[in-house]
């Protein structure tokens, strides 16, 4: 695994520090409830627009990826988490929410393109030995955007109360736009050369709009994408309940800051410990799903019993919350203890449960350009639960009922997902074909692209200009 420009692992570096920027900054607004509003009515609203267009672009997302290339569709996206972040500006001033429910529906379309292009990347450029390891890789330095974009609401509110300041959203909002900067160093598939001398796609001709539309519309009848609806309908589902109903329901502003802190570093640690596990060679690939499905589904049961306890306490939730004693601080140890640990284990059974699905995902195929409409099709399908997730939250649904929902959704999806892996192979069927092609045709490819595709070196004879007029149209 070593780091050279056009290596897996440098791209893998650079999307993550791109969903460092934007997706973490997001998620350390959404983690506190409401976005960081007290009331979270707008926030629950703007969320569901934003996973209706977000459900429409992931799907298509992968034709577009594949069409119009990995790196200007990737910074143009980020730009979108930048006018979302920067609506609650203007709703702070103006307590006008109609602009950041359409920054949501705005951002949807940036975040099914950005996520598609992020799955390639992480998915389909490492070897199949590697995948465990750079899912987690990306993982835990994806939350660290979510874990520090948590330090910075906890301090700066750690002595008031009352919704996020201006302050907070536009540095959040610098950092979003420092993401769609970093997008534009990442590289096309074609160019990406692994350690062994494999590339993560074969050279094709340009891909047209009209192909890609059909590709996209076989995966409805695709076999696996099938079995694996109710993985993807879930994966995201439980969100809306976790950071809006719990912790945006009975602790304080202060708190909810420190248990995204909390929630994101669990994340970060539950992914390296899956990795070890995902990417143990003595053991097969089949066996290794099995054993992470095993432990996941266990744990995510165990902490759902959880939080069942916790619901029983309260129906209603922030201000006028009926949780006894009132809202809790993070200070208040015996009334603390129990509710902070229990949103740790959340956070961690979630990265169980997501880098799972990107694992299982990533056994299916080795080709970017069939991972990017995989990966759209699952992020496409988790988008349209999540957008059901946050509209519930805003029609105000029992909390009992929300909790029972989610409960019974994530049952229901590990049956699949234990199908899936059980038909697991120790290689995917195309890698073969990925890795003999560049032996048999490396004049073709270095003729027709300008480059020298050797794993030690990487080397442009031909113009920048030409290869940004010719590579980008193709990947």
């Known amino acids: 695994m070593t780091l050279r420009y056009h290596s897996p692992l440098a791209q893998v570096l650079l999307i993550s520090a791109v969903c460092f920027l934007c997706p973490g900054m997001f998620n350390a607004l959404n983690g506190l409830g409401g976005a960081g509003q007290l009331d979270p009515h707008t926030a629950n609203n703007a969320n569901s627009a934003l996973y209706v267009t977000f459900c429409i672009f992931s799907i298509a997302g992968g034709g577009i990826v594949n069409v119009c290339g990995v790196r200007f569709t990737t910074a143009l996206a980020c730009l979108t988490y930048a006018v979302y972040t920067g609506s609650y500006v203007h709703y702070n001033n103006t307590g006008d929410g109609i602009p950041t429910i359409i920054a949501g529906a705005v951002l949807g379309v940036g975040a099914g393109i950005l996520w598609t292009a992020q799955g390639v990347v992480m998915v389909s450029y490492p070897s199949e030995k590697e995948k465990g390891r750079f899912i987690s890789i990306f993982w835990i330095l994806f939350n ?192 603390a203890a129990g509710p902070i640990s229990l949103y740790f284990f959340m956070g961690l059974v979630d990265a169980w449960y997501q880098n799972i699905a990107y694992w299982i995902i990533g056994t299916l195929t080795n080709d970017a350009h069939i991972t990017a409409r995989y990966i759209g099709f699952y992020k496409g399908v988790q988008s349209l639960g999540a957008s059901v997730s946050w509209q519930i939250g805003a029609r105000e649904i029992p909390y009992m009922n929300q909790l029972v929902g989610n409960w019974a959704l994530l049952v229901l999806s590990l049956p699949t997902m234990a199908y899936t892996i059980m038909q697991v192979e120790d290689r995917a069927l195309d890698d073969r074909l990925l890795c003999s092609f560049v032996r048999d045709n490396e004049s073709m490819v270095a003729g027709a692209y300008g480059w020298d595709l050797s794993p030690t070196q990487f080397t442009k004879p031909r113009s920048p200009k030409y290869l940004a007029r010719h590579v980008d149209s193709i990947v």
């Open 144 to 335: 660290l955007g979510g874990l520090f974009g948590g330090i910075l609401p906890f301090a700066i509110n750690y002595y008031r109360a009352g919704s996020l300041t201006n302050s907070v959203y536009v540095l959040f909002v610098i950092m979003e736009c420092a993401g769609a900067t970093t997008a534009l160093f990442l590289v096309p598939p074609v160019c990406v050369v692994r350690d062994d001398g494999s590339h993560a796609t074969i050279v094709q001709s340009p891909r047209s709009a009209r192909r890609e539309l059909l590709e996209v519309l076989r995966l409805f009848g695709n076999k696996w994408m099938l079995l694996l609806l109710p993985m993807s309908f879930t994966s995201n589902f439980f969100y809306g309940y976790q950071f809006s109903q719990y912790n945006g329901a009975i602790f304080t502003l202060r708190t909810r800051g420190f248990n995204n802190l909390l929630y994101w570093t669990s994340q970060i640690v539950g992914s390296y410990a899956l990795s070890l596990l995902l990417d143990l060679s003595r053991w097969s690939r089949r066996k290794r799903g099995m054993c992470a499905m095993i432990i996941m589904s266990l744990s995510f049961n165990a902490v759902w019993a959880g939080t069942l306890v916790v619901q029983s306490r309260y129906t209603r939730g922030a201000e006028n919350t009926d949780y006894p004693g009132g809202l809790i601080d993070f200070l208040e140890s015996s009334r």
